[in-house]
């Protein structure tokens, strides 16, 4: 069974540019997370989507949004870059019904670099 | 915020020693889990304990779980190079789904 796929793996932005970043989950999971890692902050949630509909979301500006597609598929999209958007964006997916009772499977992520 | 605090930050061992790391969380749980990280990858989900469980088990893995104390503890038996990564645990934030909080994390380094 493939895994969590995320697409860029890498991505060199400027400031004030917009990225869009890819997550597929594993076949049949409904439930997708999005998550920031950094250095200082560690991992913060960004938010959840289910079966099109995000169900939890995390302190982050407005800036930062997503949305889920019919096949379950998600992407994150970031506009108005600023260096400290600079982050490994990892994308988790489960089958969303069992709540926290089930384990999430974590993509490799996107490295998100802002110049 | 963090709701996982843990502690060493750090720590280096020897191939064959056992590592401990602790797990420290502010609210009340529905589970809590651990997870591994190798540098540069995604995170890989090794055990949940259940706020009922005091201790559980998976293969050289032992997790104990003391709510009163809002503790856990992760224990890697005879530990492997193959073992050095970052080690994380993570709580459920009151039920919600697919939101989990993590700790800073403990980054395992096994000498061969």
């Known amino acids: ?115 | 915020s963090q709701q996982g605090e843990e502690d060493p930050q750090a720590l280096s061992i020897q191939e064959g020693e056992n590592a401990t790391m602790n797990c420290s969380y502010k609210t009340s749980i529905n589970n809590l889990q651990w997870y591994r990280q190798n540098s540069g990858r995604g995170l890989v989900h090794l055990i949940l304990i259940r706020s009922n469980e005091r201790e559980k088990h998976s293969g050289r893995l032992r997790v104990t779980l003391d709510t009163s104390k809002k503790s856990s503890s992760l224990l890697i038996t005879a530990s492997r190079a193959a073992d050095t990564a970052s080690y994380f645990c993570a709580t459920d934030a009151s039920g919600n789904t697919g939101k989990l909080i993590f700790g800073q994390g403990t980054t395992l380094q096994v000498k061969p």
Not at chain 1, 19 to 34: D, E, F, K, Q, Y
Not at chain 1, 61 to 71: A, C, E, K, L, T
Not at chain 1, 92 to 113: C, K, V, Y
């Open chain 1, 1 to 115: 069974k493939a895994g969590v796929t995320q697409t860029p793996r890498y991505l060199i932005k400027t400031r004030g540019q917009q990225v869009t970043l890819s997550c597929s989950p594993i076949s049949g999971h409904r439930s997708v997370s999005w998550y920031q890692q950094t250095p200082g902050q560690g991992l913060q949630f960004l938010f959840e989507y289910f079966s099109e509909t995000q169900r939890n979301k995390g302190n982050f500006p407005g800036r930062f949004s997503g949305r889920q597609f019919s096949n379950s598929r998600s992407e994150m999209n970031v506009s108005t870059l600023e260096l400290g958007d600079s982050a490994l964006y990892l994308c988790a997916s489960s089958w969303g019904d069992r709540g926290l009772w089930e384990p999430q499977h974590f993509g490799d992520g996107t490295r998100l670099s802002i110049l």
